[in-house]
């Protein structure tokens, strides 16, 4: 909608009303910017797309850049340019009103890429420090990619404003999500929560199983979690300020700093029974609950609850982020995907 369809056409939405339309479109009361929308912006643009959103009620939380940085080279040029990129990010991030900016860190798995992507980040991490931004690692192949390195490498950088931006599809790639989630997130000032295909639930028509299969065929043991169809009591804006507490009203620098990177790997985890007996208790919350409904549409590629109580399990508040990245029409999509996420998460703060 914001990159033009072709030469000489204009796009369906201009970039200063994006704010606007997030606020009143989608319902949403913050906004992120990928670096690709912003090529060629000058100070001016920027600063005028902050005061946009601060008209709309809209506030912009976090610049993603867009293409992985070389900060594993081993040329030393390469690395210099990645740094000084990432500094611009930092800076443009703060322009626009932003608490937070997010890179991905290009760098092969192996003690020496560490040691050299460390040192390229300390120098954008002070400057980060000093502009009150906050920069998270989002998720690449190689370094990154698996989370304990991720934290491994932000113990090398060190400082109070380095951090992760935790991803539900790359969650949902790795050989357990709920670790994955368990151990990124405590160090997480922004999740990103993926969406690819949601199904309204009344429109699913389950197979009619032969009687043959009715007799030999056990009663499958199903997910106690919020399923595919519950709806669940919560109102969307009410549910967004209670889930975001103090910290979520949408000003600048109201995204808490990561913790130190000092402390100890060994975030809080769930184990499966106590995952089951959380489960249980989300279903017990749906079941009770009479006040006003909304749909929590079924997530096709994976389990979309599972990541919602991974994050709540460590007790992460902060913003949680919706990217669509699926087929369907945009809009529709993102409100889906936002009742969805509304839904989960009230369930998951009834059942404590």
């Known amino acids: ?15 200063l009303d994006l704010p606007k339309y997030t606020r009143e479109t989608l319902g949403l009361s913050g906004v992120n910017f990928s670096t690709d929308l912003l090529a060629g912006a000058d100070r001016t643009r920027l600063e005028n797309i902050r005061e946009r959103a601060d008209r709309s009620g809209c506030a912009c939380l976090l610049l993603v850049e867009m293409d992985p940085q070389d900060f594993g080279s ?3 040029s390469t690395v210099g340019a990645a740094t000084e990129r990432a500094i611009r990010v930092v800076q443009a991030a703060q322009i626009l ?14 003690d020496n890429a560490l040691a050299r992507a460390a040192a390229a980040l300390k120098p954008v991490v002070e400057r980060a420090e000093r502009l009150d931004i906050n920069l998270l690692i989002s998720p690449h192949t190689g370094l990154t990619e698996r989370p304990e390195r991720v934290t491994e490498l932000l113990k090398k950088v060190g400082g109070f404003r380095i951090g992760t931006y935790p991803d539900f599809e790359t969650a949902a790639q790795s050989k357990d999500p709920s670790a994955y989630l368990h151990r990124l997130t405590p160090y997480a ?11 309204d639930p009344s429109a699913i028509v389950p197979p009619k199983a032969s009687p043959a299969a009715e007799i030999e065929t056990p009663k499958a043991k199903g997910k106690k979690g919020a399923k595919a169809g519950s709806a669940v009591p919560a109102d969307p804006q009410e549910a967004i300020e209670e889930t975001k507490g103090k910290k979520g009203k949408g000003k600048k620098g109201s995204v808490a700093a990561p913790p130190p990177v000092e402390v100890e790997d060994d975030s809080a985890v769930i184990d499966d029974t106590e995952l089951d007996e959380l ?12 006040g006003p409904q909304i749909t929590i549409y079924r997530h096709e590629p994976y389990d979309l609850a599972a990541m919602v109580m991974a994050i709540s399990s460590v007790g992460y508040d902060g913003p949680l982020s919706i990217d669509y990245r699926g087929k369907e029409e945009v809009t529709q999509a993102i409100i889906q995907s936002r009742d969805t996420l509304l839904g989960m998460i009230a369930a998951a703060k009834a059942a404590g």
Request: overall charge negative.
């Open 1 to 15: 909608m914001l990159l033009p369809p072709g030469k000489g056409k204009k796009p369906q939405l201009d970039l």
């Open 74 to 76: 081993t040329n030393e």
């Open 97 to 110: 009103g932003c608490s937070a900016a997010s890179i991905k860190v290009k760098a092969s798995d192996d």
């Open 189 to 199: 000032t922004a999740v990103c929560a993926t969406t690819m295909r949601l199904v």
């Open 279 to 290: 489960e249980a208790l989300i279903d017990e919350a749906i079941a009770e609950d009479e």
